[in-house]
């Protein structure tokens, strides 16, 4: 076949054309899109209590990317623009994300704690410590000591240093001016030397944390009132993690302690309590012992008061007799005749009050001789006081007597007058049926009493 050289030129040209057409398509023609990837450096932070430290986040294959970052508990660290701020002790997860894209990535953040210089130790833990007084029936001062505070409502101190004969109630000051009294343990232990205090009044002071004793060698510092006086810290180390005595276990230190400091707490240097300053060797230099916070949960004993634990265990003791004059706060738990508050004045006011319809108050006295008892009392919204009543049982709980309604101009009031021999008896205040649940919410009460 014979091909004309026109249109051989015509094909070639032609061709020309579409080749450099497809060449002009190609380089106008988007090239295909990478796919969009995040990356964050660094994976994992750690950081004490108090210090920052910036992440960066990088987003590929998205144009002008806007990050989103989020903390899983800001309680423990808050993050701003990849500014990761530690506030707590403990782990979180920083997450970050990119708007109006499916793409996440994550940063893993521990908090520990920060290690503190004396000054900030003081700081941090002296509004959690307590200077502890002890007084008699007289109310007369009988011995001091130092007490701390790790849950609401409890203050921790030794066992020692509410013992004593005498001893009938604690009087709990901190630095900020709170001072409440107690005569009640919640727990405590001779052996291990340890008690709590109980004082549910007490919801306002700052919760130390706790920690198990660190290595031998590391700073530690004790908080107290040596000799009574208030606001002190010195700073040692901890001499030994574990030694024993008499079978039980004590952490010694060489920081200075002295008579005051027991029931101190002994802190590490993060201002966590580690033990329960005790005791030290006489004519040494510096080897003091404190019982490890951890033997808290191997307290012997349940709730009594601080009288109780002081008497004599013959049979056929009783409780002291009632003399003087003076009031008496109760102290909760004193639902039951077990738990009653003690009565120490033979005259004065019982002071409380009521939260709910089962709310029973139990006061416990002891007379030495045949004596009329006159008791008036009633609600502080006294025209509400139809509905609150008091009676006096025996020494075996049993009903003597309820108290009278006595009403003047809408005010109710309750009274029992009546004599009775010497004994032991029980004082109980409850309230009566016909309110909303509401209306017995705090509602304060106080009974004068007169024995003579």
């Avoid at 002071?205 to 009132?225: E, F, M, N, Q, R």
């Amino acid at each position: 076949m014979k091909v004309r050289s026109r249109d051989l030129k015509r094909f070639v040209t032609q061709f020309s054309l579409f080749a450099i057409l497809f060449m002009l398509l190609s380089t106008c023609l988007p090239t295909t899109a990478a796919a969009a990837s995040l990356t964050v450096s660094p994976k994992s932070v750690a950081l004490q209590v108090g210090q920052s430290k910036t992440v960066q986040a990088k987003a590929s294959g998205v144009k002008k990317p806007v990050y989103v970052w989020k903390s899983s508990n800001t309680k423990v660290a808050t993050v701003q623009n990849g500014k990761i701020t530690a506030k707590a002790v403990g782990k979180v997860t920083i997450t970050v994300t990119v708007q109006k894209t499916k793409l996440k990535s994550t940063v893993s953040v521990t908090v520990k704690p920060k290690k503190l210089n004396a000054q900030e130790a003081f700081k941090l833990v002296n509004p959690s410590v307590a200077t502890i007084e002890m007084y008699d029936a007289s109310d007369r001062l009988t011995s001091t000591g130092s007490g701390f505070v790790t849950k609401k409502g409890e203050v921790i101190t030794n066992f020692h240093v509410v013992s004593g004969e005498a001893n009938r109630y604690a009087r709990i000051r901190f630095a900020n001016g709170t001072e409440v009294e107690t005569l009640k343990l919640k727990r405590f232990d001779d052996a291990l030397d340890l008690a709590v205090l109980d004082v549910p009044s007490l919801q306002s002071i700052p919760i130390l944390s706790t920690a198990k004793a660190g290595s031998t060698g590391s700073t530690v510092y004790a908080l107290g009132s040596p000799k009574g006086v208030d606001n002190t810290i010195t700073q040692g180390i901890l001499s030994n993690r574990e030694v024993f005595f008499g079978g039980q276990p004590y952490l010694q230190f060489n920081a200075s302690v002295t008579h005051g400091n027991s029931g101190g707490p002994l802190i590490n240097e993060y201002g966590q309590v580690i033990g329960v300053v005790t005791w030290g060797l006489p004519d040494s230099q510096n080897m003091n012992y404190a019982v490890p916070i951890q033997e808290l949960g191997n307290l012997k004993y349940g709730r009594d008061t601080i009288a109780n634990v002081q008497l004599p265990t013959e049979p056929g003791y009783e409780l002291p007799v009632v003399s003087g004059k003076g009031d008496t706060r109760e102290q909760e738990l004193n639902d039951a005749f077990a738990d009653a508050d003690v009565i120490s004045y033979a005259s004065g006011d019982l002071i409380g009050s009521v939260y709910d319809l089962e709310d029973v108050d139990t006061f416990v006295f002891r007379t030495d001789k045949r004596m009329t008892l006159s008791v008036f009392g009633g609600w502080m919204n006294n025209r509400q006081g139809e509905y609150w009543a008091f009676g006096l049982f025996d020494a075996n709980g049993d009903a003597i007597r309820y108290s009278e309604e006595f009403s003047n101009e809408g005010r109710y009031y309750g009274t029992l007058d009546l004599v009775i021999p010497a004994g032991e008896y029980y004082l109980a205040s409850f309230p009566l049926s016909g309110l909303a649940d509401s209306e017995y919410y705090n509602q304060s009460y106080r009974i004068s009493y007169e024995l003579k």
